[in-house]
């Protein structure tokens, strides 16, 4: 009875719900947002109060459209919502205002990248298909004290995209994928901040294990993960969990989980003793909404270029490596500003490349507050005193042979904390290579002549080539480390041949 | 009670506590008006919505300004039990449905 | 003038304000008197004298400095206990709001406000508006002015014995089966379902949200217009209120007679006092040179089941908040969470509330929503169809109001579907959102009868002026019933 793990296929479907980026709550003018007092973002409306009526807010379902075109989804003509009835101290109405029938959001698919072989290799790229995602309003939070629980209706009524991909996910490892690109998408189109330790991106992942070629098995799903590893591991361990159940000859159970991420453990929720009956029809408080054609344009026009997108072009076009790539892509703003400096000197993208995405991030990092966020989302990019057309001038006159890049390092140090143009800062700090070929060539001679270097001289002679570095060290030296590396290599491979 | 009417499944769903001499009474009072309902069974299938509404344009949907938030103390002055600013109800145990 | 104020007219009443022979002050103490006097008919569930009495110095003092707001400024207005006054009490007559003050003003209550209109009291109701008799109110019968031992209606009870025993000139009630008209037939009042839409629902307390509205009731026409041209109007806080541009009146036409569509066959259980004053009112009409019509309205039919459906789903879900948990009754007992609602919805809502949330769930649970909801839905389709069809051709539809006039308290408590079957001429209009009115047609004896008159959307106007014939022709206004 006992088939080898290996030979399982794992199929995923995620439901991502997404809190989006506005000021009021999706159907009622109530503010909101993360760490207010309790129950000081509330209205009539959001808290259901008898007489009360929703009225959906346009920048949520723009919000949600913009979604929608950036994954290439179709936005229908109208869409409209329903109410999704049951009973839950969390939830004002008793109800759940959603999108059932004629949800905002139809197909699409979201680019994934998974790891590479190392990391300086891309991975391989997949598309996962959506289902559809629907605009819903959330519902107020929990939270248990000494002999009861107490609720806070802040978060009842803030706006929810629930995004619902197909089951195309194979592994733990793609879930983890879909849900970093879904991340950037989201973040970089500010659609929603999704940062997940404020609940504001929240995943419930099915799981169900076939042998290929086989019909699906029966899904559980495990709710409310609310950490990407947390996601990984939990989903981690029900695929174990569900292999070791059918090998054992014992079906899979049809259930809703939860994860507990200190213990590393999945656990059954108390589930309803029947499956819930959520009786969903139309709302009739709100209208059907017919979406404009010329708004869904105006929408996307105002995305900004796809992060996979972008790395594509990088790579391509900019003939960027990889790793570099994938680090600037990774925040729009550190994006731009790579573009922008790269448009005041375009005939070294890569050399600007690795300068931002090395030492730029390097030192803005470590120039970070303590709670400020660190790269690859580097919050001080905004204040730094070193501008895109300062960096490009920087690496123009690397590239011009008047510093090295060890000096770039330096002068960009210096940049970083004085905002000087590095031009002022090579100046002052005499720096300028030297690229006279009339003294280096007297140095390099008085090198090989040097007794002292004979030995690897002669190893250089007898054919190890690497042995010429050996050579190159006393130069600088002699040079107070300021000759011209490309120019000395030219020249002593001249003096020795 | 007419075929499929189980009371105590719909009373379940409708959070109402039922007692055994009301659950008997409703039953019946609910078979009776289903009875005359029968009149529905020629139709055929609904419009997906409550078919009075054309769709509204989203232009006319509500603009993204916060208005002004409910007191807590406006809203707390009518729950039965509070606590800290919250809500208290006895202790739930399962997560969210 | 000799006759006492409590019988007076608003528009009566707002000339005397006018011209300065009554302050705003002495009428509201000379109602107050009125409902002090007229206590055992149920009309009010509360009434805050002292609260009437500072917005009637508020509305002399605003005469006395030139800004008064109009022909209501002044003028009492007594709302129905579903409709939201911030700082006062929204019962809905049921135990389970018992003690809930709402926090906010309904748009209705801001217009009435605007128009310097005084907020009156908190009017008796069928819990949650749910019932055809005041009946099922938690928080006392009501009685019809005319005869005690008889009931004024429901579910807008309070609201027609309160002006039909000259507590108020004017009242709102709610309707989304009939409640609004019914109770005015069996009172002698005028009242009116305005098109759905035309009045804002915000801060009314829902009952089935597709069917809900709030309308005018009043001792005559012109009353009744008066009120109702107060509470017409856009709210952007209600999705389904009409926007401004979207408001054009249907009028009579001014090149021929009214023509009145009669469905003949629908008249065969209408009690004989109430078909002879109904036969009575359409030879008046005739008598003027209106042209009366037979119509056929094949899906009425369905209408009883098709609102019945439709009404108790929504309803299920409108009263599913009423948990214990935020506001309202909350039962005394530990436990877990689950029997504490249930707990405190079995003591908080009455029979009928918990009947109809019981069908309502049932309509629309997993295996029966396609059998009954689905086709419910699609029958009310069809009904406006029919209705708008027929109204084409017609300027509007001439039925009773009720197949018989008001019965005993008690009489029909029993038999729940007997009283479904009662609202079959008031119902279609709350299906196809259609304004419609009754209008004070005769007497069964000593009780009221009314005309239910149907309309084209937007054609209140149009309804108004045809009961304005029928008015002037019978006579029966300002009505009040003694002592």
């Known amino acids: ?206 799981v169900s294990l076939r042998r290929p070629g086989a019909p699906r098995g029966t899904r559980t799903e495990t709710k409310n993960l609310n950490s990407i590893s947390g996601v990984r591991a939990a989903i981690e361990a029900e695929v174990v969990r569900q292999a070791r159940e059918l090998e054992a000859g014992r079906p899979v159970v049809q259930e809703t989980r939860g994860w507990n991420a200190e213990a590393g453990r999945g656990y059954v929720l108390r589930d309803k003793e029947d499956a819930q009956d959520y009786r969903y029809f139309p709302d009739p408080d709100i209208p059907p909404v017919a979406i404009d054609r010329a708004r869904v344009e105006r929408l996307r026009a105002g995305l900004p270029e796809r992060p996979f997108d972008r790395q594509r072009r990088y790579l391509a076009d900019l003939g960027l490596p990889y790793t570099a790539a994938s680090v600037l892509v990774a925040d729009l703003a550190l994006a731009l500003w790579f573009e922008e400096a790269v448009a005041a000197h375009p005939a070294n993208p890569v050399g600007i490349a690795n300068l931002v995405a090395n030492d730029l991030l390097r030192e803005l990092a470590a120039s970070a507050q303590p709670g400020e966020a660190a790269p690859p989302a580097p919050a001080g990019l905004a204040g730094c005193k070193v501008r895109p057309a300062a960096l490009a001038e920087l690496v123009r006159l690397t590239d011009a042979g008047a510093i090295s890049k060890q000096q770039a390092r330096e002068v960009l140090a210096e940049m970083f904390l004085t905002g000087q143009a590095p031009a002022a800062i090579v100046g002052a700090r005499g720096l300028a290579q030297n690229s006279d070929a009339g003294e280096l060539e007297r140095v390099v001679r008085e090198v090989v002549a040097d007794p002292a270097f004979a030995k690897s001289l002669a190893e250089f002679r007898a054919g190890n080539a690497k042995a010429i570095n050996a050579l190159k060290g006393p130069i600088m030296k002699r040079t107070q480390g300021k000759a011209n590396p490309a120019l000395v290599d030219e020249i002593l491979r001249r003096v020795l041949s | 009670m007419p075929k499929g009417l189980d009371i105590d499944h719909v009373a379940r769903l409708a959070r109402l506590s039922l007692a055994p001499e009301e659950r008997e009474r409703y039953a019946a009072q609910l078979g009776q008006v289903l009875g005359h309902f029968a009149a529905l069974a020629s139709m055929g299938a609904g419009p997906a919505d409550a078919g009075l509404r054309a769709p509204v344009a989203d232009a006319s949907l509500r603009a993204d300004q916060p208005g002004q938030p409910l007191p807590p103390t406006d809203f707390l002055r009518n729950a039965p039990a509070s606590r800290d600013g919250q809500v208290a109800v006895p202790r739930v145990v399962d997560d969210a449905s | 003038m000799a006759e006492p104020l409590h019988t007076l007219g608003a528009a009566e009443l707002g000339r005397r304000l006018a011209s300065r022979d009554l302050t705003s002050r002495a009428l509201a103490e000379a109602l107050l008197a009125r409902a002090a006097s007229r206590r055992e008919l149920g009309a009010f569930n509360s009434l805050d004298a002292d609260d009437l009495l500072r917005q009637a110095d508020a509305a002399d003092a605003r005469r006395a400095g030139g800004r008064s707001l109009g022909p209501l400024d002044g003028i009492p207005v007594a709302i129905k206990d579903n409709i939201a006054v911030r700082g006062q009490p929204l019962t809905c007559s049921s135990r389970m709001l018992a003690g809930y003050v709402s926090p906010y003003d309904s748009a209705v209550a801001e217009r009435l406000r605007a128009a310097g209109a005084l907020l009156m ?350 008015e002037r022709a019978t006579g029966l206004a300002h009505r009040v019933a003694q002592p």
């Open chain 1, 1 to 206: 009875m006992s088939n080898p793990r290996e030979a399982w296929e794992v199929v995923i479907g995620l439901e991502v719900h997404v809190q989006l980026r506005t000021a009021a709550k999706v159907f009622s003018p109530a503010p909101w947002g993360f760490g207010a007092e309790p129950n000081s973002h509330i209205d009539p409306v959001s808290l259901g109060l008898p007489g009360s009526l929703p009225v959906v807010n346009l920048a949520a379902l723009e919000q949600a459209i913009r979604l929608g075109l950036a994954v290439d989804a179709e936005i229908p003509e109208v869409c409209a919502w329903d109410r999704k009835n049951y009973f839950y101290p969390d939830n004002p109405k008793n109800y759940q205002l959603t999108q059932m029938a004629r949800p905002v959001v139809v197909g699409g698919s979201v680019e994934i990248e998974l790891p590479g072989a190392s990391r300086n290799v891309m991975g391989e790229h997949r598309r996962v298909r959506l289902h559809h995602a629907h605009l819903e309003e959330d519902v107020g939070k929990l939270s248990h004290a000494a002999g009861g629980s107490l609720v806070d209706y802040n978060r009842a009524g803030v706006p929810l995209l629930e995004i619902v991909t197909e089951p195309d996910l194979r592994s733990a490892a793609e879930a983890e994928a879909f849900l970093r690109a879904l991340h950037a998408l989201v973040t970089q189109a500010g659609i929603s901040d999704a940062d997940m330790e404020k609940g504001q991106l929240r995943c419930d992942a099915n």
């Open chain 3, 121 to 470: 009291g908190r009017l008796n109701m069928d819990e949650f508006a749910m019932g055809s008799s005041t009946e099922t109110s938690a928080t006392g019968l009501a009685r019809n002015p005319w005869d005690p031992a008889r009931t004024p209606g429901g579910s807008s009870g309070g609201s027609a014995a309160c002006l039909a025993s000259g507590q108020a000139p004017l009242a709102l009630g709610s309707d989304t089966g009939g409640s609004i008209r019914q109770p005015a037939s069996h009172c002698g009042l005028v009242g009116l379902k305005p098109t759905y839409g035309l009045v804002s629902r915000h801060g009314l307390v829902a009952f089935a949200s597709s069917l809900d509205q709030i309308g005018p009731m009043a001792r005559s026409v012109e009353d009744c217009e008066l009120l109702l041209a107060a509470l017409a109007g856009p709210d952007a806080r209600d999705m389904t209120c009409l926007a401004a541009d979207a408001r054009a009146p249907r009028v009579l036409p001014a090149d021929r007679k009214p023509r009145l569509g009669v469905p003949r066959a629908l008249l065969e259980g209408v009690a004989p006092g109430v078909r002879k004053a109904f036969d009575d009112a359409l030879g008046v009409y005739r008598a003027e040179g209106c042209e009366l019509v037979d119509v056929d309205l094949p899906s009425a039919a369905l209408a009883v089941p098709a609102y019945y459906v439709v009404a108790t789903a929504e309803a299920s879900s409108n009263l599913a908040r009423y948990d214990g948990i935020r506001y309202g009754h909350r039962a005394a007992r530990d436990g877990d969470i689950v029997a504490l609602m249930s707990q405190s919805r079995a003591e908080g809502f009455g029979a009928e509330v918990k009947r109809r949330i019981l069908l309502g769930t049932f309509v629309l649970s997993a295996g029966f929503a396609d059998a009954y909801y689905g086709k419910a839905l699609a029958a009310r389709a069809r009904i406006r169809e029919e209705y708008l069809g027929a109204l084409a051709r017609v300027d509007a539809l001439a039925t009773p109001t009720v197949p018989s006039s008001a019965f005993r308290l008690g009489e029909k408590a029993a038999d729940p579907l007997q009283m479904y079957l009662e609202d079959l001429f008031t119902i279609p209009a709350n299906l196809a959102g259609l304004p419609a009115l009754s209008v004070p047609s005769g007497l069964d004896g000593a009780l009221p009868v009314g005309l239910h008159l149907v309309g084209p959307p937007l054609g209140e106007g149009l309804l108004l002026g045809l009961a304005r014939r029928l």
